[in-house]
T-cell receptor
Framework: AQSVTQLDSQVPVFEEAPVELRCNYS??????LFWYVQYPNQGLQLLLK??????LVKGINGFEAEFNKSQTSFHLRKPSVHISDTAEYFC??????????FGTGTSLTVIP | NAGVMQNPRHLVRRRGQEARLRCSPMKGHSHVYWYRQLPEEGLKFMVY????????ESGMPKERFSAEFPKEGPSILRIQQVVRGDSAAYFCASSGGRGMNTEAFFGQGTRLTVV
């Protein structure tokens, strides 16, 4: 079985400040890791994914995430956030790459 | 993800009525996944279908919920005798296959409100 824990339900941050959204997972089998973003009243958009290889993954909109196997974490970071980054962010795991187990989400609010 | 079309975008039903949610996958995709997002929660997997087959329905409630993906036409998620607790956003995703090299794309969801 797989599960995902997003430790922070809400993260307020000032514009142009750095941000880290935390994600920890547990799984009895090897899984792939994903971050999705959901803008208000929209569907989910893939930010980035880790399948294998380099543990530092770069995604769209300046986001990156680091896979840490020993800590079973996949934290999302951005060095400088914009107002437009205000959204809900979901961490997810998958064994197949397209059937997911999602965390409960982190609401990122960028303050002008 | 604009390629996955869900309709309607918003659906209001009275308790006891039936709700039908439609999902047209991206062109060329034959794998469809349904997820439910309850208020203040993440998305929960419900069912995985290929054309004319249910592959995995481990997340479907045992009663009142059913899904199909016919040879022709969209995938349908059907909820009979809706209750207030069914109020949620229902998302559909599609992919061209099942594997790490086939990305799943999400639709914009159907927001069901039961009054």
């Amino acid at each position: 079985a797989q599960s995902v824990t997003q430790l922070d339900s809400q993260v307020p941050v000032f514009e142009e400040a750095p941000v880290e959204l935390r994600c920890n997972y547990s799984s009895s089998v090897s899984v792939y890791l994903f971050w999705y973003v959901q803008y208000p009243n929209q569907g989910l958009q893939l930010l980035l994914k880790y399948l294998s290889g380099s543990t530092l993954v770069k995604g769209i909109n300046g986001f990156e995430a680091e896979f840490n196997k020993s800590q079973t974490s996949f934290h999302l970071r951005k060095p400088s956030v914009h107002i437009s980054d205000t959204a809900e962010y979901f961490c997810a795991v998958s064994r197949t790459g397209n059937q997911f187990y999602f965390g409960t989400g982190t609401s990122l609010t960028v303050i002008p | 993800n604009a390629g996955v079309m869900q309709n309607p975008r918003h659906l209001v039903r009275r308790r006891g009525q039936e709700a039908r949610l439609r999902c047209s996958p991206m062109k060329g995709h034959s794998h469809v996944y349904w997820y439910r997002q309850l208020p203040e929660e993440g998305l929960k997997f419900m069912v995985y279908l290929q054309k004319e087959n249910i592959i995995d329905e481990s997340g479907m409630p045992k009663e009142r919920f059913s899904a199909e993906f016919p040879k022709e036409g969209p995938s349908i998620l059907r909820i009979q005798q809706v209750v207030r607790g069914d109020s949620a956003a229902y998302f559909c995703a599609s992919s061209g296959g099942r594997g790490m090299n086939t990305e799943a794309f999400f639709g914009q969801g159907t927001r069901l409100t039961v009054v």
